[in-house]
C-alpha cells in the first residue's frame, strides 16, 4: 500500500516535563505530519488519530508515548500499521529531566519507530483453506475422556483413541477412590463410578470412540493434521490433546526393597489389583492369609536421583487412602513410613482426617532395606526415624505385606529416552548408530509425527519426561503446535487433577482451532498475523532453521529445501536468526528492519558520549524494564533499547553494522535458560547464547575490545537490579574509551 504518515507525542504522563517534545518531534519533520497532544489515550487524543485516519487518509502512524504493553485497547487501530514508541518509560520516567541527553533518547526511539514502520509492511493474516476442527484425543483414560466431554459439550467433534480393549485407563484397576468435597465425617473412600462416565463417552453423539486402536502416523498442522490409525483409517484433525497416560515405576530395580524377592512385598498398584479382585479384602499374595501389619514404604524410587528425582504428587494421598483398606479389618495395623508427606490443597485435610483413626501409624524414617522375617514376614529396615533413642539409630519393624508406593512414568519418557540415546549414539559415527539401532528395542510411539524434528514431542529436560512445552508459563502447551498434554503424561497428579487437566487441555485444543481460522499464531504471540516468508530462492539448504526452529515448525522437502508450516509457527523469529543467507523476513520484523533502526541511532563524534544499543526480549527484559521505571530506577541516558521478540531472532551482522557505525557497546537481554528454563520460546535465549560466542571473531576482525558486546540472562521479577546491571555494562564500556570507529 502507498503510505501516508501520522506520528503522534504524547505530552502526559510526564513526558513534556522530561524533555522539550519539539526537539524530540524534529526525528519526524520529514514526514511533514506530527501532532503533540496532553494525553493521546485519551478519548480526544485517540479521536485525533481517528479523524486523521478517517479524513486525511492517514494509514501509517508513529504514537510516541508510553510503552506498547500499555494502552493496547486504545491505540488499536484496524488496517493501519502502527508503531508505538516508548518515550515514558524508556525516556521521561528513567532519565534526569531536560537534560541533552534525555532529548537526544526520545530523538532517537522517535527516528527508530520512522524507520520501522517506513520498512515495514501491513501485517495480513494467512488463512489456509479447509481447515477442519475436529479434536483428536488420544487416551481413554479420565483425563482423556474429561477432554473428549468438555469439547463435545463446546460444540466440537472428537475422535477418541484408545489403545487398550475398554476405556477408563488405571481408574479401571482402582478398588475405591479419595472423594472430592468435604472429608469431615464422610466416607474416607468411594467408589470410583468409572462406567458411568465411560457410559457417558460412548453415548455422545459428538464423540467417536476407537478402541484397540494406536495412532499410527500425524501429519500436517494445526486445523490441517492428516492422522492414521493403526487400523488403517485416515482422518482430518484440528487439534490434539495427548492424554496417553502413564506406567508404573520398574519396581524390579528396587530389589533392596524387596520386590521381586519377596512375595509380599507388592506396589501400590498391585495393592489396588488385591482389594479389588477381594471385594475389599488385603490377602497376602504368598498364602492368601489376612494382611494385619501392613508397612508402606513412600518414596520407592521416587526423589531419588538413581531412580526418579521428582515427586509422583499422588502417591501419599494414595498410601493414606489404602491405609483405609487396610483398617476395614479392626485387628489390621496400617504404618506409613515417610520422607515427606506430601498432600496439597484439599488433601491436606484427608490427610488430618486419617490422622485420627487409631490404626494409621505414620513416622517420617529414610527406609533403607527389606529383608525377610520368616513365615512370609518381612522386616522393614530404617534409620533416622521417630522410634531411635539416638540420631542415625537403625531400626527394624516386622509386617506381613509391604507396599511400595512406586510413582508414575509417562508414556512420553520411553520415546525421549530412545531419542536421547540415538542422538548420542550419532555423536559416535556411523557404525555406532547402527549398533544403537540393532540392539536397543524401538518404544511404542505415541503420536508417530512426521516432522523433520522427529517423531514425538520434546519433553521437559532432565530425567523426567513429561510432555511440556514450558511448565512455568503455559500449561498444557507442548512444543509441537496444537497438540495439548493433559493427565499423567503432562505431569504427576492425582485423579481429580487429572479431570481438570482434560478440561483445560480441550479448550486449549479448541483455541487452538479458533486462531488457525482467525490466521493469527498461538501463545505467547496470540494476537499477531504476521509469519515468516522466505525468500527461498537464495535458500541453500543449511538446514539451520529447520534444526533451530523450537516448535518444529520447519520440514524439509527431498532437496533439504525447508518446508514451512504456517499453523505451527510461534512467530518468535528463531528462524530468522539462524539464517546465514538473512533470507527469513516477516512483514513488520526482519534482519533488514533491526539493523535499520540500528543504524538510524545519532552517534555524536563527541568521544565523550557514548551510545549502547541494548537488544531486549519482549517477553521477560521488556516487561522489566518497563516495571524498573515504574518504581524509579535510572538508566544511564547512552542507552538505547530495541524490542526482541525473541532473542532467538538475533543475527550477528546487528553487532557489526552497529559497532562500525560507531555504537560504543551492545548488550543482548534474554530469558533466563537451563533445566528450569522460562524462556517464553524455549531455546531463544540458549540459541542467542550459543551464537553468541562468534561474536568474538566479528569484535577481532573490527579490532574492538571483546567485552562491548555481552549477553545477560534476566527475570521478568529482576526489574529492581537489571538498570544497575545495564548501567555497570555502560560504565565498563567507558572504560574502553569511545568506538573508534565513531570518528570514521
Same mark, same amino acid.
Given at each position: 500500500?502507498? %503510505?501516508?504518515?501520522?506520528? *503522534?507525542?504524547?505530552?502526559?504522563?510526564?513526558?513534556?516535563?522530561?524533555?522539550?517534545?519539539?526537539?524530540?518531534?524534529?526525528?519526524?519533520? %520529514?514526514?511533514?505530519?506530527?501532532?503533540?497532544?496532553?494525553?493521546?489515550?485519551?478519548?480526544?487524543?485517540?479521536?485525533?488519530?481517528?479523524?486523521?485516519?478517517?479524513?486525511?487518509?492517514?494509514?501509517?502512524?508513529?504514537?510516541?508515548?508510553?510503552?506498547?504493553? @500499555?494502552?493496547?485497547?486504545?491505540?488499536?487501530?484496524? #488496517?493501519?500499521?502502527?508503531?508505538?514508541?516508548?518515550?515514558?518509560?524508556?525516556?521521561?520516567?528513567? +532519565?534526569?529531566?531536560?537534560?541533552?541527553?534525555?532529548?537526544?533518547?526520545?530523538?532517537?526511539?522517535?527516528?527508530?519507530?520512522?524507520?520501522?514502520?517506513?520498512?515495514?509492511?501491513?501485517?495480513?493474516?494467512?488463512?489456509?483453506?479447509?481447515?477442519?476442527?475436529?479434536?483428536?484425543?488420544?487416551? #481413554?483414560?479420565?483425563?482423556?475422556?474429561?477432554?473428549?466431554?468438555?469439547?463435545?459439550?463446546?460444540?466440537?467433534?472428537?475422535?477418541?483413541?484408545?489403545?487398550?480393549?475398554?476405556?477408563?485407563?488405571?481408574?479401571?484397576?482402582?478398588?475405591?477412590?479419595?472423594?472430592?468435597?468435604?472429608?469431615?465425617?464422610?466416607?474416607?473412600? !468411594?467408589?470410583?463410578?468409572?462406567?458411568?462416565?465411560?457410559?457417558?463417552?460412548?453415548?455422545?453423539? /459428538?464423540?467417536?470412540?476407537?478402541?484397540?486402536?494406536?495412532?499410527?502416523?500425524?501429519?500436517?498442522?494445526?486445523?490441517?493434521?492428516?492422522?492414521?490409525?493403526?487400523?488403517?483409517?485416515?482422518?482430518?484433525?484440528?487439534?490434539?490433546?495427548?492424554?496417553?497416560?502413564?506406567?508404573?515405576?520398574?519396581?524390579?530395580?528396587?530389589?533392596?526393597?524387596?520386590?521381586?524377592? +519377596?512375595?509380599?512385598?507388592?506396589?501400590?498398584?498391585?495393592?489396588?489389583?488385591?482389594?479389588?479382585?477381594?471385594?475389599?479384602?488385603?490377602?497376602?499374595?504368598?498364602?492368601? %492369609?489376612?494382611?494385619?501389619?501392613?508397612?508402606?514404604?513412600?518414596?520407592? &524410587?521416587?526423589?531419588?536421583?538413581?531412580?526418579?528425582?521428582?515427586?509422583?504428587?499422588?502417591?501419599?494421598?494414595?498410601?493414606?487412602?489404602?491405609?483405609?483398606?487396610?483398617?476395614? =479389618?479392626?485387628?489390621?495395623? @496400617?504404618?506409613?513410613?515417610?520422607?515427606?508427606?506430601?498432600?496439597? $490443597?484439599?488433601?491436606?485435610?484427608? *490427610?488430618?482426617?486419617?490422622?485420627?483413626?487409631?490404626?494409621?501409624?505414620?513416622?517420617?524414617?529414610?527406609?533403607?532395606?527389606?529383608?525377610?522375617?520368616?513365615?512370609?514376614?518381612?522386616?522393614?529396615?530404617?534409620?533416622?526415624?521417630?522410634?531411635?533413642?539416638?540420631?542415625?539409630?537403625?531400626?527394624?519393624?516386622?509386617?506381613?505385606?509391604?507396599?511400595?508406593?512406586?510413582? +508414575?512414568?509417562?508414556?512420553?519418557?520411553?520415546?525421549?529416552?530412545?531419542?536421547? &540415546?540415538?542422538?548420542?549414539?550419532?555423536?559416535? #559415527?556411523?557404525?555406532?548408530?547402527?549398533?544403537?539401532?540393532?540392539?536397543?528395542?524401538?518404544?511404542?510411539?505415541?503420536?508417530?509425527?512426521?516432522?523433520?524434528?522427529?517423531?514425538?514431542?520434546?519433553?521437559?529436560? &532432565?530425567?523426567?519426561?513429561?510432555?511440556?512445552?514450558?511448565?512455568?508459563?503455559?500449561?498444557?502447551?507442548?512444543?509441537?503446535?496444537?497438540?495439548?498434554?493433559?493427565?499423567?503424561?503432562?505431569?504427576?497428579?492425582?485423579?481429580?487433577?487429572?479431570?481438570?487437566?482434560?478440561?483445560?487441555?480441550?479448550?486449549?485444543?479448541?483455541?487452538?482451532?479458533?486462531?488457525?481460522?482467525? #490466521?493469527?499464531?498461538?501463545?505467547?504471540?496470540?494476537?499477531?498475523?504476521?509469519?515468516?516468508?522466505?525468500?527461498?530462492?537464495?535458500?541453500?539448504?543449511?538446514?539451520?532453521?529447520?534444526?533451530?526452529?523450537?516448535?518444529?515448525?520447519?520440514?524439509?522437502?527431498?532437496?533439504?529445501?525447508?518446508?514451512?508450516?504456517?499453523?505451527?509457527?510461534?512467530?518468535?523469529?528463531?528462524?530468522?536468526?539462524?539464517?546465514?543467507?538473512?533470507?527469513?523476513?516477516?512483514?513488520?520484523?526482519?534482519?533488514?528492519?533491526? $539493523?535499520?533502526?540500528?543504524?538510524?541511532?545519532?552517534?555524536?563524534?563527541?568521544?565523550?558520549?557514548?551510545?549502547?544499543?541494548?537488544?531486549?526480549?519482549?517477553?521477560?527484559? *521488556?516487561?522489566?524494564?518497563?516495571?524498573?521505571?515504574?518504581?524509579?530506577?535510572?538508566?544511564?541516558?547512552? !542507552?538505547?533499547?530495541?524490542?526482541?521478540?525473541?532473542?532467538?531472532?538475533?543475527?550477528?551482522?546487528?553487532?557489526?553494522?552497529?559497532?562500525?557505525?560507531?555504537?560504543?557497546?551492545?548488550?543482548?537481554?534474554?530469558?533466563?535458560?537451563?533445566?528450569?528454563?522460562?524462556?517464553?520460546?524455549?531455546?531463544?535465549?540458549?540459541? @542467542?547464547?550459543?551464537?553468541?560466542?562468534?561474536?568474538?571473531?566479528?569484535?577481532?576482525?573490527?579490532?574492538?575490545?571483546?567485552?562491548?558486546?555481552?549477553?545477560?540472562?534476566?527475570?521478568?521479577?529482576?526489574?529492581?537490579?537489571?538498570?544497575?546491571?545495564? /548501567?555497570?555494562?555502560?560504565?565498563?564500556?567507558?572504560?574502553? &574509551?569511545? =568506538?573508534?570507529?565513531?570518528?570514521?
Amino acid at each position: 500500500m502507498e %503510505k501516508k504518515y501520522g506520528v *503522534y507525542i504524547c505530552k502526559g504522563c510526564g513526558i513534556k516535563e522530561a524533555m522539550d517534545v519539539e526537539k524530540v518531534a524534529g526525528a519526524a519533520k %520529514k514526514l511533514q505530519n506530527y501532532k503533540f497532544h496532553d494525553a493521546l489515550c485519551s478519548p480526544e487524543g485517540v479521536q485525533l488519530i481517528k479523524n486523521d485516519l478517517a479524513n486525511d487518509g492517514v494509514n501509517t502512524i508513529v504514537i510516541a508515548a508510553c510503552s506498547p504493553r @500499555a494502552k493496547a485497547a486504545e491505540f488499536t487501530f484496524p #488496517g493501519v500499521l502502527v508503531e508505538r514508541v516508548n518515550i515514558r518509560e524508556f525516556v521521561a520516567w528513567t +532519565m534526569e529531566p531536560n537534560t541533552d541527553g534525555t532529548n537526544d533518547a526520545a530523538y532517537d526511539y522517535l527516528a527508530m519507530g520512522i524507520v520501522k514502520v517506513q520498512k515495514s509492511e501491513l501485517p495480513a493474516p494467512n488463512i489456509l483453506p479447509d481447515l477442519n476442527s475436529t479434536i483428536l484425543v488420544i487416551g #481413554g483414560g479420565i483425563a482423556g475422556m474429561t477432554a473428549a466431554l468438555s469439547a463435545a459439550g463446546a460444540g466440537q467433534n472428537v475422535v477418541l483413541v484408545e489403545k487398550d480393549a475398554q476405556l477408563g485407563g488405571f481408574v479401571n484397576k482402582l478398588y475405591k477412590k479419595i472423594p472430592t468435597g468435604s472429608y469431615i465425617n464422610k466416607p474416607l473412600i !468411594v467408589d470410583t463410578d468409572i462406567s458411568k462416565t465411560v457410559a457417558e463417552v460412548e453415548s455422545n453423539p /459428538n464423540i467417536k470412540v476407537y478402541k484397540s486402536t494406536t495412532v499410527s502416523k500425524t501429519d500436517g498442522q494445526p486445523g490441517l493434521y492428516s492422522v492414521t490409525l493403526s487400523n488403517g483409517e485416515t482422518m482430518m484433525i484440528g487439534a490434539i490433546v495427548m492424554a496417553s497416560g502413564w506406567k508404573p515405576y520398574d519396581a524390579n530395580k528396587l530389589d533392596y526393597l524387596g520386590y521381586g524377592k +519377596m512375595k509380599n512385598v507388592v506396589t501400590n498398584f498391585e495393592l489396588e489389583e488385591i482389594a479389588k479382585k477381594n471385594g475389599g479384602k488385603l490377602l497376602r499374595p504368598s498364602d492368601g %492369609k489376612p494382611a494385619l501389619k501392613v508397612a508402606f514404604v513412600q518414596c520407592a &524410587g521416587q526423589r531419588d536421583p538413581n531412580h526418579l528425582p521428582y515427586c509422583s504428587s499422588m502417591c501419599c494421598a494414595t498410601s493414606l487412602k489404602q491405609a483405609q483398606y487396610v483398617r476395614q =479389618n479392626e485387628d489390621a495395623l @496400617a504404618m506409613i513410613f515417610y520422607k515427606d508427606i506430601r498432600t496439597p $490443597g484439599r488433601t491436606e485435610l484427608y *490427610y488430618k482426617e486419617a490422622q485420627n483413626n487409631p490404626g494409621v501409624m505414620l513416622t517420617k524414617a529414610d527406609v533403607t532395606g527389606v529383608s525377610d522375617a520368616g513365615n512370609g514376614n518381612m522386616f522393614v529396615e530404617m534409620e533416622n526415624t521417630l522410634f531411635g533413642t539416638k540420631t542415625g539409630e537403625k531400626v527394624k519393624v516386622e509386617a506381613d505385606l509391604v507396599v511400595l508406593a512406586t510413582g +508414575m512414568v509417562p508414556t512420553s519418557r520411553a520415546p525421549q529416552e530412545y531419542a536421547d &540415546g540415538l542422538t548420542k549414539a550419532a555423536g559416535g #559415527g556411523d557404525e555406532a548408530k547402527k549398533n544403537y539401532l540393532e540392539q536397543t528395542p524401538k518404544p511404542d510411539y505415541i503420536l508417530n509425527l512426521g516432522y523433520r524434528q522427529g517423531p514425538e514431542i520434546p519433553t521437559l529436560e &532432565g530425567a523426567s519426561g513429561f510432555a511440556d512445552s514450558n511448565f512455568i508459563c503455559f500449561q498444557y502447551e507442548t512444543r509441537r503446535t496444537g497438540i495439548y498434554a493433559a493427565g499423567g503424561v503432562h505431569q504427576p497428579m492425582n485423579m481429580a487433577e487429572a479431570m481438570e487437566d482434560g478440561a483445560g487441555a480441550a479448550f486449549k485444543a479448541i483455541q487452538a482451532i479458533d486462531h488457525a481460522q482467525r #490466521g493469527v499464531a498461538v501463545h505467547p504471540r496470540a494476537w499477531d498475523v504476521t509469519y515468516p516468508d522466505p525468500l527461498l530462492i537464495k535458500c541453500t539448504a543449511c538446514k539451520r532453521c529447520t534444526e533451530e526452529c523450537p516448535f518444529g515448525a520447519i520440514d524439509e522437502d527431498e532437496k533439504g529445501i525447508p518446508n514451512y508450516n504456517i499453523n505451527r509457527c510461534r512467530r518468535c523469529g528463531t528462524c530468522m536468526g539462524a539464517c546465514p543467507e538473512r533470507i527469513v523476513s516477516f512483514k513488520d520484523y526482519s534482519v533488514d528492519i533491526v $539493523g535499520s533502526m540500528l543504524k538510524s541511532i545519532d552517534v555524536p563524534d563527541d568521544e565523550d558520549i557514548f551510545r549502547i544499543a541494548v537488544l531486549a526480549c519482549e517477553n521477560d527484559a *521488556y516487561p522489566a524494564l518497563d516495571t524498573a521505571a515504574i518504581v524509579g530506577k535510572k538508566i544511564d541516558p547512552s !542507552v538505547r533499547f530495541v524490542s526482541m521478540r525473541c532473542l532467538g531472532g538475533m543475527n550477528l551482522v546487528w553487532v557489526a553494522d552497529a559497532l562500525s557505525k560507531g555504537i560504543d557497546g551492545m548488550l543482548l537481554l534474554g530469558c533466563k535458560y537451563g533445566e528450569n528454563y522460562q524462556c517464553h520460546f524455549v531455546k531463544g535465549s540458549e540459541l @542467542a547464547n550459543t551464537r553468541f560466542s562468534k561474536v568474538s571473531e566479528t569484535l577481532n576482525r573490527l579490532q574492538l575490545e571483546s567485552g562491548r558486546v555481552e549477553l545477560m540472562q534476566v527475570a521478568i521479577n529482576e526489574y529492581e537490579k537489571l538498570p544497575e546491571m545495564i /548501567n555497570e555494562f555502560v560504565e565498563k564500556v567507558k572504560e574502553f &574509551g569511545p =568506538n573508534p570507529f565513531k570518528s570514521m
